[in-house]
């Protein structure tokens, strides 16, 4: 079955230390993006990546880094200078760089930051 | 400033309705909108696609109309049942660079 795999579904972290969230897809698609979810609040932007070995900060980059080695995956590090870390992460992935092309989400990993 | 706005953050409905979802948005211009269904601790998922030239689309019980004068989306649910319960994302293309989310909407279908 093709899909978005996400791992762990949860995550948990003293304050300070960096981390690093998974992210695999299977579907062949060439853009690759990363979400983050709080409550009452619509998905933000973090990174997004439309070819391997390139990728855009989103709407709330600072803080997260990105790379793009593969085509399957896109791994999210969040740092230590990300001020409030503890959130749901999400990861999707698209065929088409554009826009006409629906997202694909995997099933998210929930990090909480103490 | 750019602003996509969900009607209300909760609905009820009864079962057997018709929900009805909106979506305004001020200061982008999408060439495409998209609706999303997400259930609690998953990942949305992608229901309807609807192009700015595309006035309504259609998809077994869901209805999407776009309305670019008036920067409005809605979404319909007909003969909604408690299976339907879930957040409802719309999402906005983004100058065809990435696409910029709704808050949602929580929708509650009572038996």
């Known amino acids: 079955d093709g899909g978005i795999t996400q791992s762990p579904k949860y995550l948990f972290r003293k304050e300070g230390q960096n981390v690093t969230l998974s992210c695999e897809q299977n579907?062949?698609?060439?853009?690759m993006y990363w979400y983050r979810q709080d409550p009452g609040q619509g998905l933000r932007l973090i990174y997004y990546?439309?070819?391997?070995?390139?990728?855009q900060k989103g709407d709330i980059a600072e803080g997260y880094s990105v790379s793009r080695e593969k085509k399957e995956s896109f791994p999210l590090t969040v740092t230590s200078a990300q001020k409030n870390p503890t959130a749901f992460y999400l990861c999707?992935?698209?065929?088409?760089?554009?826009?006409?092309?629906?997202?694909?989400f995997g099933n998210g990993t929930r990090l909480t930051v103490t | 400033s750019q602003k996509i706005e969900q009607n209300s953050e909760a609905l009820n409905i009864q079962e057997g309705k018709t929900a009805t979802l909106t979506c305004n948005y001020t200061?982008?211009?999408?060439?495409?909108l998209q609706w999303y269904r997400q259930d609690p601790g998953r990942g949305p998922v992608f229901l309807l696609l609807?192009?700015?030239?595309?006035k309504e689309k259609r998809k077994e019980r869901l209805k999407v109309t776009f309305d670019t004068t008036l920067k409005q989306s809605l979404f319909h649910i007909t003969a909604s049942q408690p299976a339907d319960s879930a957040t409802y994302l719309c999402?906005?293309?983004?100058?065809?660079?990435?696409?910029?989310f709704g808050p949602g909407t929580r929708l509650s279908v009572l038996p």
């Open positions: 999402a906005l293309d983004n100058y065809g660079q990435n696409f910029v």
């Open positions: 609807i192009r700015e030239n595309e």
């Open positions: 579907l062949n698609h060439d853009a």
């Open positions: 999707a992935s698209s065929l088409d760089p554009g826009t006409n092309s629906p997202l694909h």
């Open positions: 990546s439309q070819i391997v070995n390139d990728f």
């Open positions: 200061n982008y211009s999408p060439a495409y």
